[in-house]
T-cell receptor
Framework: AQSVSQHNHHVILSEAASLELGCNYS??????LFWYVQYPGQHLQLLLK??????LVKGIKGFEAEFIKSKFSFNLRKPSVQWSDTAEYFC????????????FGTGTRLTVIP | GAVVSQHPSRVICKSGTSVKIECRSL??????MFWYRQFPKKSLMLMAT?????????EQGVEKDKFLINHASLTLSTLTVTSAHPEDSSFYIC????????????FGPGTRLTVL
């Protein structure tokens, strides 16, 4: 079975700082990769996804992620965070070929200080 | 994006009773719906996948007789926790997508279940 690791449990940044959240997965085959965000009191929303093609994926709200196959990683980045980015971020993986099952990491809480 | 609702948002029940949680897709036809469970400071764990009109597929370790899932229409799936016990207390989240497995899953807001 897949496992997804998010090593940063809680990250605290000041506004305008750069962000990088780590995500590593264990499956050796073809994978689809996702980052979801959960703002306080709201449901999970998709930030970005990677299925194939350019390993640098751009998502909503200025976020991007890079798939590095050799490192089994899909780190999330944003060059300059805002207070409104305060949320919980989840990395998720499913096996390729449109498989249903999403395996989630434990999440990283981001707190942005104004 | 598409909207998925859950009802109720919170429920408190006594041990031994059954609780039904509804998941609805409001503006698209949800061919497939998923039920997740989230423990504090843990990731979401997929419990089961249901396709409209057929039996749900449960993940290993999930008791199908305890967590009954019905996906009777293209807009509604229900999860019934039968004979609930305190260890069933958790946050239950559903998601839904249309017929295309490459399309995004849209998540509901979750239901907080507390079993006394």
């Amino acid at each position: 079975a897949q496992s997804v690791s998010q090593h940063n449990h809680h990250v605290i940044l000041s506004e305008a700082a750069s962000l990088e959240l780590g995500c590593n997965y264990s499956y050796g085959g073809t994978v689809n990769l996702f980052w979801y965000v959960q703002y306080p009191g709201q449901h999970l929303q998709l930030l970005l996804k990677y299925f194939s093609g350019d390993p640098l994926v751009k998502g909503i709200k200025g976020f991007e992620a890079e798939f590095i196959k050799s490192k089994f990683s899909f780190n999330l980045r944003k060059p300059s965070v805002q207070w409104s980015d305060t949320a919980e971020y989840f990395c998720a993986v499913n096996e390729g070929s449109g498989a249903n099952n999403l395996f989630f990491g434990t999440g990283t809480r981001l707190t942005v200080i104004p | 994006g598409a909207v998925v609702s859950q009802h109720p948002s919170r429920v408190i029940c006594k041990s031994g009773t059954s609780v039904k949680i509804e998941c609805r897709s409001l503006d698209f036809q949800a061919t497939t719906m998923f039920w997740y469970r989230q423990f504090p400071k843990k990731s979401l764990m997929l419990m089961a996948t249901s396709n409209e009109g057929s039996k749900a597929t449960y993940e290993q370790g999930v008791e199908k007789d305890k967590f009954l899932i019905n996906h009777a229409s293209l807009t509604l799936s229900t999860l019934t926790v039968t004979s609930a016990h305190p260890e069933d207390s958790s946050f239950y989240i559903c998601s839904a997508r249309d017929w295309d497995p490459y399309n995004e899953q849209f998540f509901g807001p979750g239901t907080r279940l507390t079993v006394l």
